[in-house]
């Protein structure tokens, strides 16, 4: 089931942030989707903002990649986490 939840929203380069409700869909195989709690935006949103740093993202960009928060759902395939599972949230992937 899509849920709708609250974003930070970067709709161009350097302008300010909008909070606007999201569309979320269910996750997939091998994704879950975490009910985020808290979340902060960093330098590195900073550099997403203004198109510097790391690499430049297409817009509009959700901002806020550090976060904390519960599983809410899982996807096929997934057995190492469980909905209630408490997460802590970094923009670093592994696999």
């Known amino acids: 089931m899509v849920i709708k939840c609250k974003a930070a929203l970067a709709w161009e380069p350097g302008k300010p942030l ?5 569309e979320v869909d269910p996750p997939k195989v091998h994704e879950v989707r975490i009910k985020i709690v808290a ?9 997403y903002l203004y198109g510097q740093g790391m690499k ?3 817009f509009p960009l959700v901002l806020g990649h ?14 190492k986490f469980s909905p209630v599972w408490r ?5 670093w992937m592994t696999t």
Not at 18 to 22: F, L, P, Q, S
Not at 66 to 79: D, F, I, L, R
Not at 87 to 91: D, G, Q, V
């Open 39 to 47: 979340t902060g935006v960093c330098h590195t949103d900073w550099e």
């Open 18 to 22: 909008a909070i606007e409700d999201v």
């Open 56 to 58: 430049v993202r297409p």
């Open 66 to 79: 550090e976060a904390a928060g519960v599983v809410e759902s899982v996807g096929p395939e997934v057995t």
């Open 87 to 91: 997460m802590c949230l970094n923009w």
